[in-house]
């Protein structure tokens, strides 16, 4: 039940794409611009080895499956898949990996002309542990990795005044140069009148220390319009409240400049908040094989629909049936194993929609 609240005061060519993204008008606040992009990524593209059993350690595992992975850039294929039109921007190796994951990003019609490739590091690797419940372990291999290395001089920054949306986590903000990069590129974005949308995403082995993680990740919170958050980075970021308490998320996490914030339950679904009104979205059952990418898929969803309708978070209605297409969206995601090759298209979402309302 929705409830009214007071305002509260992540060697190969690589030609760049040519697809025709949707001509748009918005505006955060009904200010108007033209955009001739839906959805701008900016971070982390990788690989990610996930075991082909599930419940066991690395150590134990028989082999491993080679999937393409980084939340950013499964967000930008998520929007893509679902119809809409998604550009990726960050830094891989010029290697075989990282010609393999431009490549990819080409596939899903992703424009990857904001790509850059360092000819002395290596693309970031991920190994994922899968437990028997779907829920995920991470060791990573970045030492640099070419991601971290991104300067503010390799931005596409008319790439990123063109877009409507712009998205990042929080692992680009963990090692200079990149974090340099990131919050020049947030500046662009916010100069240019782009709504800017948070996946605190949060890795804590990537971080110095769990201190650095939550001063880092809320240092930018702020500046963000829309927020997607988990139960567990809740509880990370507050050092123990309860997730699941409306109070603790409005007067912690929900900021004065905020226009959403989304906190994700998994299979249960999906609490809202806005400056006027809060709720909860049910979730869609299904058995799990993959968490990997899910919230990410949730968020392409909720993305796609916010760039059809920029003041989304202004009607409940609307915005309820968004969620619900976000949480079809993840819900999908789980059946198989791997992020970009899990993510669904918009004809496989409104079919599960429609059997779950059956």
């Known amino acids: 039940m929705a409830n009214a609240i007071p305002t509260i005061s992540n060697r190969y060519s690589t030609p760049t794409l040519n697809h025709n993204p949707l001509s748009r008008t918005s505006g955060v606040e009904g200010g108007e611009r033209k955009t001739s ?61 990282g010609h393999m994951l431009a490549d990819i990003l080409k596939e899903n019609n992703v424009d990857n002309s904001g790509m850059r490739f360092d000819k002395h590091t290596r693309t970031a690797l991920a190994f994922v542990t899968l437990r028997a419940d779907g829920e995920r372990e991470f060791m990573f291999f970045r030492n640099p990795s070419a991601d971290m290395l991104l300067t503010e001089a390799e931005l596409d920054k008319d790439l990123i005044k063109k877009s409507m949306i712009f998205h990042y986590g929080s692992i680009s903000l963990i090692h200079d140069p990149c974090k340099s990069a990131h919050l020049a590129a947030m500046q662009v974005a916010k100069k240019a009148g782009c709504i800017l949308s948070y996946d605190p995403n949060l890795r804590l082995a990537l971080w110095p220390s769990a201190e650095a993680a939550r001063t880092g990740i809320m240092s930018i919170w702020d500046q963000a319009d829309v927020i997607k958050i988990s139960e567990e980075e809740i509880e990370f970021l507050t050092r123990g409240d309860d997730p699941r308490d409306d109070k603790v998320v409005l007067t912690k996490l929900f900021h004065p400049n905020g226009k959403l914030l989304i906190v994700t339950e998994g299979p249960n679904g999906c609490r809202y908040y806005t400056k006027d009104f809060h709720g909860k979205v049910g979730g869609v059952k299904v058995k799990c094989v993959d968490t990997t990418g899910a919230g990410d898929a949730f968020v392409g969803g909720l993305l796609s629909s916010l760039a059809s309708n920029p003041q989304l978070f202004k009607d409940e209605k609307k915005l309820r049936d968004a969620l619900k297409f976000a949480n079809v969206c993840g819900a999908i995601t789980v059946t198989e194993r791997g992020a970009i090759p899990s993510l669904p298209n918009k004809e496989a979402v409104l079919k599960k929609l429609k059997e779950s309302e059956a």
């Open 37 to 97: 992009l839906q959805v701008l990524c900016f971070g982390e593209l990788l690989i990610d080895f996930v075991p082909t059993v599930a419940g066991v350690s690395l150590a134990e595992a028989p082999g491993f499956k080679k999937s393409p992975g980084g939340a950013p850039a499964n967000v930008a294929v998520s929007v893509s898949r679902l119809g809409g039109s998604a550009a990726f921007l960050g830094k891989v190796g010029d290697d075989e990996f």
